[in-house]
């Protein structure tokens, strides 16, 4: 038998590096501070009142009055799944409007639990208009309308505007993943009536990935209270189940969360206590700038960027009508073959991290993400920069200084960037 030899590796020690892909991206110094303070016990009534006060930050942040404003311990797509394991069941219909890979994804999470899909498709760098998913809605008669608000992998955004009232004509639940977009676009959830939301860290708010912030509505939780089940051995003395089927995962049970996250405090998970104090600081950091300069901020180092990126001879992709205001895509020029020379320099010569995209469009665009703590104009002339130095080893060459001008010209007079 092989002796074990015994191993600790370094200790870790990563490059500092600038992430501009689609997420994750830097975190907020402050958030990384939250993360190291001590931890607490779960019933420690200082704890749970932080859980309190994540739900009325998050109520803020999501700008909805909503009661169910809580977090589910787990990326981004562990919120999709507590929402659509929470809300569909076995053989109810779901309509799930596709126009990038993240609609395949609520695809298939809506099927693995059961639900029976019809999808509506559009290219890829493009949107639904408003009417097309409305037909469909009225045509089709789901339980649940399931849509991805900013679809990262195509940096398209679809207008929400809407859909809500539809669903409702048809007694349809409608959820959004707002996993890329909250906090550097608006959306207001009870403005726009969305019945459950769900979003990551990592994206705009500059949280690490690991917890998702949800939100529901007194319609979706009447469903989910229909399907009510607490596991055995806590079970309140008045316990009667719900009606409706048990939802499947228990981990991701919007019921007995929805406990825990009340004054019962029924036991479900240990809530990941590092977590929670990042999502707290995340969304503090969020509220003390504002939200709406925040947006502001995305829109005006996206249009900066994208201004740059046209000065080099750089081509944009998708209809800039309905892009992204934190992300953005750009076809990857000829010369540069599939683009992974140019995102290899930046990264080992700059330090500096962009990304490509998935399915037919990995190796024909990049996406570089202005997002969060990363959102700003030192950062936006540091990868025009960069860039335009790489390009041009890589065969392509731009006008010089030619970006860096355009980026400055934006930011021309404005002290906030
Ligand atoms: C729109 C969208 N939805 C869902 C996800 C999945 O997020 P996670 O990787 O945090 O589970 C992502 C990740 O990039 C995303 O961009």
Not at 99 to 123: C, K, M, P, S, W
Not at 225 to 240: A, F, L
């Amino acid at each position: 038998m092989n002796a074990i030899v015994p191993e600790t590796f370094q200790e870790l020690d990563p490059s500092p590096r600038l992430i501009m892909g689609p997420g994750p991206v830097d975190v907020y110094p402050r958030v990384l501070r939250a993360m190291s303070v001590p931890m607490l016990g779960q019933f420690d009534p200082e704890f749970t009142e932080y859980m309190n006060e994540i739900m009325a930050l998050y109520r803020q942040v999501y700008q909805t009055q909503n009661q169910w404003t809580f977090l589910i311990n787990g990326t981004a797509r562990a919120g999709i799944e507590a929402c659509l394991g929470s809300l569909v069941s076995c053989g109810d219909k779901v309509l799930v409007p596709r126009f990038g890979r993240f609609g395949y994804l609520l695809t298939e999470i809506a099927q693995r639990v059961g639900g029976d899909v019809v999808n509506l498709d559009a290219e890829w760098g493009t949107v639904f208009e408003t009417d097309r998913i409305c037909d469909a809605i009225r045509k089709e008669r789901p339980r649940v309308v399931a849509l991805v608000h900013g679809d990262t992998s195509t940096t398209m955004a679809q207008p929400l505007e809407g859909i809500s009232a539809v669903c409702q004509e048809v007694d349809a639940l409608l959820y959004v993943d707002t996993t890329a977009t909250l906090c550097g676009m608006p959306i207001p959830v009870d403005d726009l009536q969305l019945d459950a939301v769900s979003t990551g860290l990592q994206k705009c708010m500059s949280g690490p990935p690991g917890t998702s912030p949800i939100t529901i509505n007194e319609r979706a939780a009447a469903v989910i209270n229909n399907r009510k089940h607490i596991e055995g051995g806590i079970r309140p003395d008045d316990y009667v189940a719900g009606n409706g089927p048990k939802i499947i995962s228990n981990y991701l049970d919007l019921g007995m969360l929805m406990d825990y996250w009340s004054p019962k405090r029924l036991n479900h998970h240990t809530e990941s206590t590092s977590m929670l104090y990042a999502a707290r600081e995340c969304a503090r950091v969020i509220l003390e700038e504002g939200l709406e300069a925040g947006f502001a901020r995305h829109e005006r180092a996206s249009r900066a960027l994208r201004s740059g990126l046209q000065a080099m001879g750089l081509e944009l992709f998708g209809d800039q009508t309905n892009s992204m205001t934190n992300i953005t895509g750009i076809l990857i020029p000829k010369a540069c073959g599939d683009g992974e020379g140019v995102r290899s320099q930046m990264l080992h010569d700059f330090s500096i991290e962009i990304g490509t995209s998935f399915g037919h469009l990995a190796g024909v665009i990049w996406r570089i993400g202005t997002m969060g703590y990363v959102c700003r104009k030192s950062n936006v002339l540091r990868c025009v920069n960069a860039l335009d130095a790489v390009l041009r080893r890589h065969g392509f060459d731009a006008p010089a200084n030619a970006g860096v001008d355009a980026v400055l010209d934006v930011y021309a007079g404005d002290s906030n960037g």
